[in-house]
């Protein structure tokens, strides 16, 4: 199952909403999962289920969507927020993950 | 603490073989499904290798099936990633990450810090 994130990048400024949508080549329920990950560092689950928040991510972090279609959205940036996400679905082996979206600062 | 941490990386042939090492603690080792998830230097996440609680389950990605070998011992609370005949597109850091499975959902909840495999001659 492949996975389609886009955009591939994005620049934003503190306190913008963004939006980060993945693609996934065929129904996958909700077997959706969208990590953080930092330079350096390694990743951290935000969102599973497609829209359950991982304990202690902030609230601002959301997630909706099944089937084929899903998004990540960020209500409001912080400067924490800039980083890479990946969404992964986990349906079925191979599990895969998105390209990745790196949001930068405007 | 809930804590993994890789070790085995380091330079290797083309050709090479190189053994990683992932130690858990915090958690029973035992309950849960565990994964190998790489990146190459600059590039996104590739999930590698899968074995469950009992090892019973084991599924790997087509770039590294009949080359690497993943193996866990419960009692030592660790798990492994053999890696044989490795090229330099293997090149990249190893992560090891729990997995958390659900009825209807699974993740990758904790992730170890990685360790660098190079392969180069």
């Known amino acids: 199952i492949q996975l389609t994130q886009s955009p591939s990048s994005l620049s934003a400024s503190v306190g913008d909403r963004v939006t980060i949508t993945c693609r996934a080549s065929?129904?996958?329920?909700?077997?959706l999962a969208w990590y953080q990950q930092k330079p350096g560092k390694a990743p951290k689950v935000l969102i599973y289920?497609?829209?359950t928040l991982q304990s202690g991510v902030p609230s601002r972090f959301s997630g909706t969507g099944s089937g084929t279609d899903f998004t990540l959205t960020i209500s409001s940036l912080q400067p924490e927020d800039f980083a890479t996400y990946y969404c992964?679905?986990?349906?079925?082996?191979?599990?895969?993950f998105g390209q990745g979206t790196k949001l930068e600062i405007k | 603490e809930v804590q993994l941490v890789e070790s085995g990386g380091g330079l290797v042939k083309p050709g090479g073989s190189l053994r990683l090492s992932c130690v858990v603690s915090?958690?029973?080792?035992?309950?849960?499904?565990v994964n190998w998830v790489r990146q190459a230097p600059g590039k996104g996440l590739e999930w590698v290798s899968s074995?469950?609680?009992?090892?019973?389950?084991?599924y790997y990605a087509d770039s590294v099936r009949g080359r690497f070998t993943i193996s866990r011992d419960n009692a030592k609370n660790s798990l492994y990633l053999q890696m044989n005949s490795l090229r330099a597109e293997d090149t990249a850091v190893y992560f090891c990450?729990?997995?958390?499975?659900?009825?209807?959902?699974?993740?990758?909840?904790?992730w170890g810090l990685g360790t660098m495999v190079t392969v180069s001659s």
């Open positions: 289920a497609a829209s």
């Open positions: 915090g958690f029973t080792f035992s309950s849960y499904s």
């Open positions: 990450a729990r997995e958390v499975i659900a009825v209807a959902w699974s993740a990758f909840d904790i």
């Open positions: 065929q129904g996958i329920s909700s077997y």
């Open positions: 992964q679905q986990l349906n079925s082996y191979p599990y895969t």
């Open positions: 074995i469950s609680a009992d090892s019973g389950y084991i």
